[in-house]
C-alpha cells in the first residue's frame, strides 16, 4: 500500500507545491525545506489516523463520516471531498499538460495536452482497485529514479544561498502562508485514505495502515516539495531559468533544466508526464466512490461512468485555468487545509471522546438515517470552524483580520484556528445532542 501514496503524491506535480516558498512567498531555499520537512511530516498525521478505519470497521471514509455528520450532513462533507479530488486533478493534469507543451517544443497546444493526460486517468482508474494499484505499484519507480536525475543536473542551477526576501512580520507572514500551503498539501488525503484498506483483515494492527500511509505520504512529499523549492532558488537567480519560467511556465523550465542531456532528457520528461497521471488515477477512483455515497441517485449509476463523468468536470476546469497554474496551486492548497482540519478534528473527537465510551460504530446503521447522529454538532462547529479560518486566512482574494498583522499581505493562520474553534465547540455540542436525540 505504501506504493500507492508514494505514486500519488511523488509525481512531477508536487514540484510547484515547494516552489512557492522561494518563487511567491519570497523564502530562503533553506527555511523552505525545513518547512517541506517539517510541515509533511506533520500533516500526513491526519491521512495515517483515517486510514485506520478501513481494516477494523470495512468502512469507506465518506461512510464512516455518517457515524458524527449524520446520513444527510455526509453528503456536504462528500461534496467537499468530491471537489478537493476535482482540485488536485485540475492541478496535476495542468503541471502534466505543461510538461507535454514542452516537451513537444509548443507543437502539442496545451488543451490536447490536458485531454491526453486525462483519458490516461480515466482509462486505468475504470478498472477499478486492482489496476489502481497496479499501476502505482510500479510508476513511483520512475518518478524517484527521474527525480535523482533533475536533482543532479539540476545542482548546475540551485542556489543554496538564495535569502529570504522579506523582514520582520513580512517574513513571519509568509513563512506561516508556506507553511499552510504545504500542511494542506500533506493532509489532502485524510478523506479517502481508509478508501485504500477496506480489504484488509478487521484483524490488521492499527499501526501498519497509519504507517505505510504515513511513510508514502511524508518520503514523496518532502523529496519532491523539497526538489521544487530547490528549482524555485534556481528560478529566482538564474536568468535563463526566470525567463522561461516567467514567459512560457513551469514546464518550460523543467525541461530547460533537462536540456543538456538531449534526447534522455525528453525521456525523463515524458516519464514524468506519464508519472503524473497516477495522481490523477487515484482522485477519479475516489470521486466515483464519493458520488455513489452522496445519493441523489447517483449510488445506481456503475462506477465507470461516474469516472467519466469526474474526469469530464476537471478536464474542463483544467482547459479553464490553464493560465493560472500557480494561482491555483497558492489558494487551493490552503484552502483544502481549512476544510480538511475541520473534518478531522470532529471525526478525531467522536471518536476518542464518545464512540470509546458507547459501544464503538454499529456497522449494521450505516444506511439508516433514523439511527445514525442527527449531524447537528458536527456542522454548526464544522462552520464555526470555517468562520474562525476566514479570521485567519491570507488568500489572494481576502485577508482575514488576524492574518493581517503579519505584514501587508498577511500570514496564514485559517486551519489553526479552525481546528481550536471545532476542538472547543464540537464536544459540546454533541453532548447536548446525543443528549437529546439519545444517539
Known sequence: MITIWMSSNGVVGSLPTGLLGPVVFGLSLKSSIIICVCLNMLGALLPAFSSTFGPKYGFRQMVLSRYSFGYYGTKWITFLEFATNIGWSVVTGLVGAELMV???NDKLPIIPSIIIICLIALIVSTFGYRMVHGFSRYIWIANFLILIIFATIGSLHFDP????????????????????VIFGSACGYTPVTSDYYCKYPANTPLWKPA??????IVVAGILFNSMGAALGSAIMSDAALNDAYNSEGFGHAVTLV????????????????LGSSANLIGNTYSNSIALQVFGFGFEKIPRFILAIIS??????IAIAGRERLIDIFENFLSILGYWVCAYFVIIFEEHFLFRFRHGGYDRDVWNTPKLLPRGIAAMLSFWIGIMGAFMGMSQTWFVGPLSAKFGPYGGDLGAVLCSCFIAITYPVLRIAERKHFKI
Open 102 to 104: 514542452a516537451l513537444t
Open 258 to 273: 533537462f536540456a543538456p542531456l538531449g534526447g534522455f532528457g525528453k525521456f525523463c520528461l515524458a516519464i514524468w508526464w
Open 161 to 180: 544561498t538564495w535569502p529570504s526576501q522579506g523582514t520582520g512580520l513580512a517574513q513571519a507572514g509568509s513563512t506561516l502562508s508556506f507553511m499552510g
Open 211 to 216: 504507517l505505510l500511509t504515513w511513510t508514502g
Open 311 to 316: 474526469t469530464i468536470i476537471y478536464a474542463v
